[in-house]
């Protein structure tokens, strides 16, 4: 009984998230960087996970606020090559209603990850999911995964592999989400 249960979770949660059309085409902030919105914009699944300083944060801590939720491991080396990128448009964001957070999947090693973000110099929110729990509740898939969040908690989109942060285009992407 307890296994159809997480079926019917699993399917419930899949199924929403799934419901993505295919990118905006056009000559949007939406189809220049590749977004793949949803047909319906769900609630983005909650989490609670551990930061490289050893707090416990949570998804609702940054509620109003455009987020940024990019899934990425140490050893992706799309992964690493974008992190410089997001860290110039953390700088370029963070006095206005903006957050970064970068989920590290690898597996907990908070060594590891804490090296590569001292190494490069990472400012933004970085937190570990030693389970792949939210990893699973997100459908990330490959990495990097990125979630735009808007400040109702909804999703606003979802990107597949490694974007240029820094470009003219997801300013433009950034600006357009921090409209009123």
């Not at 056009?26 to 047909?39: H, L, R, S």
């Not at 090559?81 to 999947?105: H, N, S, T, Y």
């Not at 060594?111 to 459908?139: A, Q, W």
């Amino acid at each position: 009984m307890w296994k159809m249960r997480m079926i019917i979770v699993s399917l419930t949660v899949a199924g929403t998230l799934g419901m993505m059309s295919s990118p905006v085409l056009g000559e949007t902030p939406f189809a220049e960087m590749g977004v793949i919105q949803p047909k319906i914009r769900v609630e983005a699944p909650a989490f609670t996970l551990t930061s490289l300083d050893g707090e416990e944060r949570s998804l609702d801590e940054f509620k109003g606020k455009v987020i940024l939720l990019n899934f990425w491991a140490t050893w992706c080396a799309p992964c690493r090559d974008e992190i410089p990128a997001m860290e110039a448009l953390w700088r370029r964001f963070k006095k206005k209603e903006f957050a970064i957070i970068a989920v590290a999947g690898d597996r907990g090693n908070m060594h590891r990850v804490g090296e590569f973000c001292r190494m490069s110099d990472v400012t933004f929110t970085v937190l570990l999911y030693p389970k792949g729990v939210v990893r699973r509740s997100y459908e990330v898939t490959a990495l990097p995964t990125t979630y735009l969040i808007g400040r109702d908690g909804r999703i606003v989109g979802k990107i597949l592999g490694a974007r240029e942060w820094h470009s003219d285009d997801s300013i433009k992407l950034v600006e357009h989400l921090l409209e009123p």
